[in-house]
T-cell receptor
Framework: SQTIHQWPATLVQPVGSPLSLECTVEGTSNPNLYWYRQAAGRGLQLLFYSVGIGQISSEVPQNLSASRPQDRQFILSSKKLLLSDSGFYLC???????????FGSGTRLTVV | QKEVEQNSGPLSVPEGAIASLNCTYSDRGSQSFFWYRQYSGKSPELIMS????GDKEDGRFTAQLNKASQYVSLLIRDSQPSDSATYLC???????????FGKGTMLLVSP
C-alpha cells in the first residue's frame, strides 16, 4: 500500500534561519507531489507541485523553494525564514490524475 | 483566479440530526470535486469525491453536485459528536491536477 511520510512534525525556528522539510512517498512510482501551507485562520494555499523528477511549478512567489531530487522525494526549503512563513505545511500526493490527494501528517512551523 | 467559497460556520447541530455543508466554485471547467474532513491539529482526510451531477452516497455521507449552478454540498446523516471537525471543499482544475480548497466550514455536533 502507498504511504506518505513527512518530517519533522513540529519545528520552531528563528527569523532568518534556513528551512528544510522533507516528504517521501512509498509504494508508488511517478506520483504528482504537492506542498500546501495552511496559515492560522486561512485556507490551504498551494505552494509548489511536481509532476516528475526536477520538475517544479511554483504557485506563489515567496522566499520558499522546492526540489524533487528523486521520484518519491519532495523537499521544501528556505534560505531565510520570515515570521509570515509560520504555518502548517502539508505534503500531498495523487495516484490517479483527477483523483483526490492523500496528505501527509504535516509539519507545524513556528518562526520566532 | 479560481475560487472556492464556503461558509466558515460554525454550523451547530444536535446529535442525530442532518448536517448540510455547502460550497460554490468559480471555474466552470472543473470536473472533479472533493470533501475533506480536518480535525483540529491534524491533516485533511478525504471523505468523498464526486464527478457527475447528482448525488453520491457513502454510508452516512452524501455528496451532491450541480455543475450548472457551480454548487457542491455534503450531507451528513445521523450526525455524531465525532463528526465535529472542519470540512473542506476542494475543486480540481482540468490541467495539472491541482486542487483549490475552500477555507472550510466548522461543524459542531452536540451530544
Amino acid at each position: 500500500s502507498q504511504t506518505i511520510h513527512q518530517w519533522p512534525a513540529t519545528l520552531v525556528q528563528p527569523v532568518g534561519s534556513p528551512l528544510s522539510l522533507e516528504c517521501t512517498v512509498e509504494g508508488t512510482s511517478n506520483p504528482n507531489l504537492y506542498w500546501y501551507r495552511q496559515a492560522a485562520g486561512r485556507g490551504l494555499q498551494l505552494l509548489f507541485y511536481s509532476v516528475g523528477i526536477g520538475q517544479i511549478s511554483s504557485e506563489v512567489p515567496q522566499n520558499l523553494s522546492a526540489s524533487r531530487p528523486q521520484d518519491r522525494q519532495f523537499i521544501l526549503s528556505s534560505k531565510k525564514l520570515l515570521l509570515s512563513d509560520s504555518g502548517f505545511y502539508l505534503c500531498a500526493w495523487i495516484r490517479d490524475r483527477g483523483g483526490g490527494y492523500t496528505f501527509g501528517s504535516g509539519t507545524r512551523l513556528t518562526v520566532v | 483566479q479560481k475560487e472556492v467559497e464556503q461558509n466558515s460556520g460554525p454550523l451547530s447541530v444536535p446529535e442525530g440530526a442532518i448536517a448540510s455543508l455547502n460550497c460554490t466554485y468559480s471555474d466552470r471547467g472543473s470536473q472533479s470535486f472533493f470533501w475533506y474532513r480536518q480535525y483540529s491539529g491534524k491533516s485533511p482526510e478525504l471523505i468523498m469525491s464526486i464527478y457527475s451531477n447528482g448525488d453520491k452516497e457513502d454510508g452516512r455521507f452524501t455528496a451532491q453536485l450541480n455543475k450548472a449552478s457551480q454548487y457542491v454540498s455534503l450531507l451528513i446523516r445521523d450526525s455524531q459528536p465525532s463528526d465535529s471537525a472542519t470540512y473542506l471543499c476542494a475543486v480540481m482544475d482540468s490541467g495539472y491536477s491541482t486542487l483549490t480548497f475552500g477555507k472550510g466550514t466548522m461543524l459542531l455536533v452536540s451530544p
